[in-house]
């Protein structure tokens, strides 16, 4: 039922108000003076208030004013004397919803407070709708997130056995690798073949390798920590990494070529990781010349080492691996930086890239591979080559998110 408080001093006016509003079906509450009209408010919190101004102790104005402090939601109408337009104003300034005047008249009356109560159910209309807003969205973003998560969770289950069906390839190449070599060693051996005995046991051995290579490349990939930098002479590294592929190089009459930047900076890196990814270059350059089928070519794999400045990040070290081996289709180049992504049969893994991306990153560098088919590839590495004593936070800090397709152009 609606509930209206009327308070005034004179109890005719308070009876008559009474009876004309109890017949138009509201529930009245009458007060006869300030005190009395807080207290019933307080206890039966009516949404309309009816007040007249003058009375003795606490007026209206006052009555008005504290119960806009209690709840400014309700609504309350002033009654003021006839002409005292004044009181009238002061009380809209107060928060009241209306004014009627002395001598009362049904009718105004009846009026004023209709309108009051309309946006009584207006006012509680629109905080229902809001209230269920609220509960709406809330359920919206819970079974968004639930979505989330579900997708995110598919998604790493989808990953997962990706690579474990890409590893569990691999592994079976390697395996039938190893089988093919113990096979030929035996026969070799059964048949007195000394030439099948050499070919199978270089299999067998190359083959261990690869399983070696697995496990580090497997292991580096999934390490999540900071690199633990040390002070590295970079042309050292280079050099080094060189002199281990030279037999292998002569071997396949591929000449090898270093040009070092003089004087180069120490640069603070994880020397093991960065002479495994150089590895990791020089040997796919290594094998695109082995894989190149214009035998007219003199091959040649070339590693340059070069400073650079760079507005943002101060001054860049630049190492360049180039070849001018069998280069890359488009369709090769849009496979890059995938996991176990390999045209190796049998003697790649398809971590070697992935893993010098991750490593240079880390480093807070950046990797790019041009290459064109029949012609060539050359892959560049940018390093920061700022030597900070905190220098992992500024080599991670430094909001350079490299591009995943690295390609440049
Ligand atoms: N220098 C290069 N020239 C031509 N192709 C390359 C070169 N480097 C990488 N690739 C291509 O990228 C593929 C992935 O390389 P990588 O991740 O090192 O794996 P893997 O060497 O084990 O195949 C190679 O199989 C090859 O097709
Ligand atoms: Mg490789």
């Keep these: 039922m609606k509930k209206v408080l009327i308070v005034d001093d004179e109890r005719p006016i308070l009876e008559i108000l009474d009876l004309s509003l109890s017949s138009e079906g509201y529930e009245v509450l009458t007060a006869e003076n300030g005190e009395k009209a807080l207290e019933i408010f307080e206890k039966q919190r009516p949404k309309l208030v009816l007040t007249d101004i003058k009375m003795p102790g606490i007026d209206g104005i006052e009555v008005l004013q504290r119960i806009k402090k209690i709840d400014d939601q309700v609504e309350v109408i002033v009654i003021t ?24 008249r049904d009718e105004v009356l009846m ?15 629109l905080q229902n709708y809001t209230k269920n807003l609220e509960l709406k969205s809330e359920q919206y973003k819970r079974a968004l997130q639930k979505a989330q ?11 997962i056995g990706e690579t474990v069906a890409s590893l569990a390839h691999c592994l079976k190449n390697i395996s039938t690798g190893l089988g093919g070599g113990m096979y030929m060693v035996h026969t070799g051996m059964a048949k007195e073949k000394p030439n099948m005995i050499e070919e ?20 580096r990939y999934a390490r999540q920590t900071e690199p633990q930098r040390t002070p590295c002479k970079l042309n050292d590294i280079v050099s080094e990494v060189m002199s281990i592929f030279k037999k292998y190089a002569d071997d396949n009459r591929i000449k090898l070529n270093k040009v070092l930047a003089p004087n180069l900076t120490e640069v603070y890196i994880e020397l093991d990781s960065i002479h495994r990814m150089l590895g990791h270059l020089v040997s796919n350059a290594i094998d695109a010349c082995i894989y190149d089928a214009d035998i007219s070519k003199k091959w040649e794999v070339t590693v340059t080492t070069k400073t650079e400045t760079d507005a943002d990040s101060g001054e860049i070290i630049l190492i360049e691996v180039t070849d001018n081996g069998c280069g890359m289709t488009d369709e090769i180049k849009s496979h890059l930086f995938h996991r176990f992504f390999t045209t190796k049969a049998g003697r790649g893994i ?60």
């Design 200 to 219: 199978g046991w270089s299999m067998f051995q190359r083959n261990l390798e690869r399983v070696s290579d697995l496990v580090l490349d497997l292991l």
């Design 81 to 104: 004397g006839h002409g005292d337009l004044n009181t009238a104003v002061a009380a809209l300034k107060y928060g009241a919803s209306d004014f009627v005047t002395k001598p009362l």
């Design 350 to 409: 398809g971590l070697g890239l992935l893993i010098t991306q991750k490593i240079i990153r880390d480093h807070g560098g950046e990797v790019f591979i041009k290459s064109e088919f029949g012609k060539g590839t050359t892959v560049l590495v940018r390093l920061p080559a700022k030597v900070h004593e905190d220098y992992s936070q500024t080599f991670s800090d430094n909001g350079k998110t490299p591009t995943t397709n690295s390609e440049w152009k």
């Design 111 to 125: 009026v004023a407070i209709e309108r009051a109560w309309k946006k009584i159910a207006m006012s509680e209309q």
């Design 149 to 159: 998560d579900e997708m995110i969770k598919a998604e790493r289950l989808a990953s």
